[in-house]
């Protein structure tokens, strides 16, 4: 690995910063309406609108999954903030969040062919959060919950799930365990371990840290070899602030009596000793983790460092440690564990056959098939996961996703693998080209022409 320096780094990753603002302006957002039937005059509007609308409005009066059929709710997904934990900029906002959800919008519709609207809520409360999301819920065939803050985060989604009759997804939560999962199981491919005996430690237990531990144990990891870490030390049932994490912290509890049988209390660098795997969803570094707790691992061993916009700990760092395999959240590196690999082709699984729900295994499914991608192709030290640019990564994942919730009973549309491969196909490709054609006719603007 090119060994680079940090102000090199850093001025590559603060490039984006110094175009967006002028960018934004420029278009004045990201999204905007585009019609999807023809106008070829001003009487079509008698049939796209009053008097022959109401027919169309009288059949789903009587039947309302008719919705799906003669609306857009087939394809439509809310991405929904209260702009509590933008980013990693804190509470914001919900105006200051909006640029977010504009731009998660742009890849729900790029790389999956879904039509999201940024959904900003000016409601700090969960309950009330939660009841704006079911009164919502006619005019979307999913929810995207983002950048909302913990331990609220967890509550919304759970009951979400439990209420809605549409799939509901927190990005925070199950994307970055999704895509991390699918990152370790071929990283555990290549060093010969067995992802049941190895062990691992997970740094960091905010949303994505716990749902890592949650997702990765849903995928065969043993509790009894997994130790989680937050900012005072190894989650233990039997730590001194046990009561309050009991009381205001119940996923971090779950996550102390799901694992750590035997009690092992210390500091990270106590975690990190002898593990096989470390994961880190933490604090960004450099040099929240130390080269020197890598060389305590266990040999052939794997490190994910996923903050950004500086990793945990360096590559080459953790490379030069000791660590065979490692990953981190940025494009720049090899094996960028990276969200936007999951939740466009796993939404575009879940409208196809109109879930209720997204289930854990449908994310694990999506994530043995982001694997599967990877090892189709080729994987080795520096390729763990496919890149976003690799097209088939996503209808691929659509036809595993969707073909565990017919297997789960939570699809309400049956039809084969190949025919769902084929629309998830169809749909991404023509988002893909329209935004192609529109930049070559000149009406998506080149600002700088």
């Known amino acids: 690995m090119k060994k680079v320096t940090v102000e090199e780094l850093l001025r590559k990753a603060e490039q984006p910063s110094k175009d967006a603002p002028r960018l934004h302006k420029f278009y004045k957002g990201k999204l905007g309406v585009a019609l999807k039937c023809r106008v070829r005059d001003f009487n079509d509007f008698a049939i796209w609108y009053t008097p022959g609308v109401a027919k169309v409005c009288m059949e789903i009066a009587a039947d309302k999954q008719k919705a799906y059929e003669y609306t857009n709710k087939w394809n439509n997904v809310a991405v929904i903030s209260d702009g509590t934990r933008v980013l990693g900029l804190g509470d914001i906002g919900p105006e200051a969040g909006l640029p977010v959800m504009e731009g998660k919008g742009i ?61 509901v997804w927190h990005d925070d939560q199950q994307g970055t365990a999704c895509v991390t999962v699918a990152g370790l199981v071929n990283a555990l491919k290549l060093v010969k371990k067995d992802i049941r005996e ?27 070899n997994m130790l989680s870490v937050d900012s005072k030390g190894i989650l233990s049932r039997d730590r001194a602030d046990r009561e309050t994490l009991q009381a205001k912290f119940k996923e971090k509890w779950e996550i102390c009596m799901a694992t ?18 470390l994961i880190a969803a933490s604090t960004p570094g450099p040099g929240t983790v130390k080269p020197e707790w890598i060389k305590t691992m266990a040999p052939n061993s794997i490190v994910f460092a996923e903050a950004n916009p500086i990793p945990e700990i360096w590559p080459w760092e953790a490379k030069e440690a000791g660590a065979r395999i490692v990953a981190t959240g940025r494009s720049d590196f090899p094996n960028q564990v990276n969200n936007s690999l999951g939740f466009p082709g796993i939404f575009r699984g879940a ?83 329209e935004v192609q054609w529109m930049m070559k006719e000149g009406f998506i603007i080149d600002p700088d022409k």
């Open 198 to 224: 190895v062990k691992c430690t997970v740094v960091g237990s905010g949303a994505s840290g716990i749902n890592i531990a949650r997702l990765i144990m849903k995928a065969g990891a043993s509790p009894e």
């Open 260 to 277: 750590n049988p035997h009690g092992k209390q210390g500091s990270m660098a106590d975690a990190i000793k002898g593990a096989d795997v």
């Open 351 to 433: 409208l196809d056959v109109r879930a209720k729900t997204i289930t854990d295994e449908m994310c694990i499914a999506a994530a043995m098939e982001l694997a599967k991608v990877a090892e189709d192709k080729g994987i080795h030290e520096e390729y763990i996961v496919p890149n976003m640019d690799e097209w088939e990564v996503f209808p691929r994942e659509a036809v595993a996703v969707g073909s565990k919730a017919i297997e789960q009973g939570v699809a309400r549309f049956h039809f084969t693998a190949e025919e769902r491969f084929k629309m998830a196909n169809e749909t991404i490709q023509a988002a893909r080209n």
């Open 107 to 167: 890849l729900y519709k790029y790389l999956g062919g879904v039509d999201a609207f940024p959904i900003c809520l000016d409601e700090k409360d969960p309950d009330k959060l939660i009841a704006i999301c079911k009164a919502l819920q006619p005019s979307f065939g999913g929810f995207n919950l983002e950048d909302i803050a913990q331990p609220k985060c967890f509550h919304i989604l759970d009951v979400l799930r439990q209420e809605c009759e549409i799939p």
